[in-house]
């Protein structure tokens, strides 16, 4: 019986359903009613060789406890890179704060440093850095631009658990790191995040800002602020997960070796990069065609529709969503990198349930595509199979 293929998900084993019975069974009263948060904070902070952690219920609110902490608000104005998902960005507004869009980096798919100083201002307040699809950035050249500038750098890791860069885990850089934990991501609560901080007063800060902006352990109120408490049981499935993060990491890296592999003998494709002094976590095999093979995204997803196979698109430049009052011509020429890029990629399927088996029909498929369109030989491995389905997206 064929297995589906699905574009992503996670791997849960016995030994995470162990640790979530412990707490659906024990972690409700005193001390043990938030014993898996901080069990799992203090561990996740202390690996990527920070201070201070706070999980959340997800990403998103991370990123905003984040800007609320830093007291970003309106008037002020925060740099997002063009391509990422819309989570990186939307805590801008809810700030009221004016967001500024920046062009990537036509290698890692990040933030650009050359293009990064002519966007910053005298309102400017920080430059959100995302490690797409577990790519690292220009680390050393965006930290100095925010030093010698006076803004914050803020590393939005969602996608980057297990990426190094000189050494250094995703997650170390910039006045603070947020991580995602959805379903579809390397960890996962199912849905939940984490912020990460050295600096103990904006620690403190956003912990309150977190429950209510009372103090702990009271319920005298001294501000109106949100409600973004992590639930215990969530947070054993993260602290269960976290404790396999070798064997996650290597997965991820293992389906992206994989797709390269058996892609090797198609030329002017782009994977995720790895250069010398990064190691890539790939949370998700991404793929950019050369010009040569003259196809855009939309065109290959449809392809691969037809033939039953998941994908999904490399993200669209921000401003180029109607959330953003796009399309904008004036966003494609501020940032022809992203639009160039963005129309030439997709991502390939990252669920830990993929076998290697799909993955040569997933490649064999692309092939074939590539050949009927331009009419080279890829040397496909023809199989008999039928090709098994899932056409759920999976959001980020």
């Keep these: 019986m064929n297995k589906e293929i699905y574009m992503a998900g996670p791997w849960v084993t016995e030994f995470e359903e162990k640790i979530v019975l412990d707490a659906l069974r024990n972690g409700w009263y005193g001390k043990n009613a938030y014993a898996y948060v901080e069990k799992f904070e203090a561990e996740f902070a202390a690996y990527h060789d920070r201070q201070f952690a706070l999980m959340t219920p997800n990403c998103t609110t991370a990123i905003h406890l984040l800007l609320a902490g830093l007291g970003i608000t309106e008037g002020d104005e925060v740099i997002v890179p063009e391509c990422t ?46 490690d797409l699809y577990g790519n690292m950035p220009d680390m050393d050249a965006l930290q100095e631009i925010c030093d010698r500038r006076g803004i914050y750098l803020i590393e939005d ?25 959805h379903r579809t991501k390397t960890i996962t609560t199912g849905e939940g995040g984490m912020l990460l901080l050295d600096n103990k007063e904006l620690y403190e800060r956003c912990k309150f800002l977190r429950d209510h902006g009372r103090a702990p352990g009271t319920y005298f109120n001294t501000e109106v602020t949100f409600k973004y408490m992590p639930s215990n049981l969530l947070a054993s499935l993260g602290y269960a997960q976290f404790l396999r993060i070798d064997e996650l990491v290597e997965k991820k890296r293992w389906i992206w070796k994989k797709f390269m592999e058996h892609l090797s003998d198609v030329p002017d494709l782009h994977f995720n990069p790895e250069p010398a002094h990064v190691l890539n976590g790939v949370w998700c095999t991404a793929l950019v065609f050369g010009k040569s093979h003259g196809v855009t995204k939309q065109y290959m997803m449809d392809e691969f529709t037809k033939m039953g196979l998941p994908s999904r698109p490399f993200f669209y430049p921000l401003t180029f969503l109607p959330a953003f009052n796009g399309p904008c011509e004036e966003g494609r020429k501020n940032s022809p990198v992203a639009y160039d890029i963005s129309e030439r990629g997709i991502n390939l399927p990252c669920a830990f349930s993929v076998t290697e088996q799909q993955i040569e029909t997933i490649s064999n498929a692309m092939k074939s595509i590539l050949e009927k369109r331009k009419g080279h030989d890829f040397g496909i491995q023809h199989s008999t199979q039928k090709i098994p389905t899932d056409n759920a997206s999976a959001p980020y």
């Design 85 to 130: 998902w819309i989570a990186s960005a939307a805590p801008i507004t809810y700030q009221r704060a004016k967001t500024v869009f920046v062009d990537i980096d036509p290698v890692n798919w990040c933030v650009d440093p050359l293009k990064l100083e002519d966007k910053i201002t005298d309102k400017t307040k920080a430059v959100i850095v995302v």
């Design 157 to 181: 890791a969602a996608e980057s658990l297990g990426s190094m860069y000189k050494g250094k885990r995703a997650g170390k850089f910039g006045v603070g790191s947020v991580f995602s934990f």
